[in-house]
RNA sequence: GGGGGGUUUCCCGAGUGGUCAAAGGGGACGGACUGUAAAUCCGUUGGCAACGCCUUCGCAGGUUCAAAUCCUGCACCCCCCA
């Protein structure tokens, strides 16, 4: 085998949990082996608590080991009671098709899919769940299932005893499925090992057991610790919503600033979880954050090293020019569908060109239009305070007319207000 | 059923006839500082055709040259006694 996989992951801190911890390392180091992680399509990206998954099932592939990932299309129609406090909502048929497409697409994207013996298998377990009838699964599967060994599972104890919210039949079944998941998937692909969050140990765990009742076939389980902030709060989460792996959900820029604001106690998690870069070179901006931690070395690394591997080269790019406009450089040269790739998360307004001809538009007039002021007195007090800045140039005097010298682009002008506000104007022809 | 207190600008909260667009604090915003952090400091914080004008102090009327402030009615909230 290429590389000591179990040995990596343990260094990185990604193992959380093993049903067999003297018996993987070797198992994994003298063969190449079939490893499952299953993905929920709860919406049509996959976000920053997803990612790890992802990425762990990818070193599993370096490794030499054949991955499988799995698209939840059935029981993403039930839903995971694990973790979740309360019944969940069903995902519409339709909704849950669309999501099932996009997140298939993003699962292409990390692995493998032509690489001869461990090349990447794709799988959605509504295509042998859907032949099932509701009997044979009772019979086949359901009897293998204690119901006093299902209730002792944290994901249903923790929602039984309580009065304000209880657990349906539909999530108290969910196990169920996913166990049989790992039965077929070993049947059918030799998968030996599942992997997941920290969350998914009891479904793991039901899907071993299973197996050993239906084939008496002894399979292995491994869980990750869950991404969390120091602070414990869930990774990826910010006050505009959720950090997506989807440039039209998060753009490029956004998802770079995400992790170039990652707080210092957090980024040696992120380095080690989330990229494949050395030990040593890890290790290395473990000592340059303590020795200089104004340079944010790892925080940089990190977000070129995500932004590259998630958006390519030229979202990286995007990322890093946006970056120097948005944190002052002047903005001129620029053609309208730069700026709005750069911009693509800032609001924009029309205005017909006319307004910049004869006398201009004036710069009060032009902040209340954009919306970056609350209304012309606002935007007076934002220029007279020098918080008032056209392509990124400070506005001085009150006085100032914008014309059609003044625009960035073909028919683009950028304003901001303060350090970080910004709007786009847009002058259309008549 | 009786008695008392309250309702103020984004929030809390002062104001009890003119000097009130309304103290103070919070929040927010702008500036400085800084590591695109935190803290700190300074400034701003109803609108506008702006040394002036208009709108705002629960709602609707009234007294007055002048009302957030006084009177009447209404609505809602709180407390005490039955």
Redesign the pocket.
């Known amino acids: 085998m290429k590389a000591d996989i179990f040995a990596d992951l343990s260094w990185r801190g990604l193992i959380h949990q093993t049903t067999a911890d003297e018996f993987l390392p070797n198992w994994l180091n003298s063969g190449s082996r079939t490893v499952y992680i299953g993905f929920d399509p709860t919406a049509d990206s996959l976000h920053v608590g997803s990612m790890l998954q992802l990425l762990v099932l990818r070193r599993f592939q370096k490794a030499g080991h054949r991955p499988v990932a799995l698209a939840g299309g059935a029981t993403g129609m039930i839903g995971d009671p694990s973790g979740k406090s309360e019944e969940r909502n069903l995902l519409g048929v339709d909704d849950l098709r669309k999501n099932i497409v996009g997140i298939e697409k993003q699962l292409k994207q990390f692995l493998d899919f032509d690489c001869g013996e461990n090349s990447a298998v794709l799988v959605n377990n509504f295509d042998w769940m859907r032949k099932f009838s509701y009997l044979d699964f009772l019979r086949d599967v359901g009897k293998n299932f204690p119901v006093n060994v299902m209730l002792a599972k944290d994901s249903v104890k923790s929602r039984l005893g309580r009065d304000d919210t209880g657990i349906s039949y539909t999530e108290f079944s969910y196990m169920l499925l996913q166990a049989y998941d790992f039965v077929h998937l070993n049947r059918q692909y030799q998968c030996e090992l599942q992997v997941g969050g920290s969350d998914q140990w009891g479904n793991i765990t039901a899907g071993i057991d299973l197996a050993r009742r239906m084939h008496s076939v002894q399979l292995y389980g491994l869980t990750c610790p869950l991404l969390l902030t120091s602070d414990g709060k869930k990774m990826g989460k910010t006050e505009s919503g959720t950090v997506w792996l989807s440039p039209e959900r998060t753009s490029p820029y956004a998802f770079f ?1 995400y992790w ?2 990652i ?2 106690a957090d980024v040696g998690n992120c380095l080690r979880f989330l990229t494949e870069l050395s030990h040593d070179e890890i290790l290395a901006l473990d000592e340059s954050r303590a020795a200089a ?2 340079e ?1 070395q790892s ?1 940089i690394r990190l977000a070129e090293y995500l932004t590259q591997l998630v958006h390519g080269d030229s979202g990286l790019a995007t990322a890093r020019r946006a ?1 120097d406009i948005f ?1 002052g450089a002047v903005i001129e040269n620029l053609s309208d569908r730069e700026l709005g790739e750069i911009f693509a998360d800032v609001p924009g307004k029309e205005l017909p060109r006319e307004s910049l001809r004869g006398e201009g538009l004036s710069i009060v007039d032009a902040l ?1 239009e954009s919306g970056l002021a ?5 935007g ?3 220029v007279q ?3 008032a800045y056209v392509n990124n140039r400070r506005v001085e005097n009150i006085e100032t007319q914008l014309t059609e010298k003044d625009l960035a682009s073909e028919a683009v002008m950028v304003l901001r ?5 910004y709007a786009l104007l847009r002058f259309r022809d008549e």
């Open positions: 600033q170039r604001n707080a210092d931690p104004h944010c925080q970056t944190f209340a609350k209304s012309k007195g606002d007076r007090r934002t305070q020098g918080g207000a303060g350090k970080k506000r």
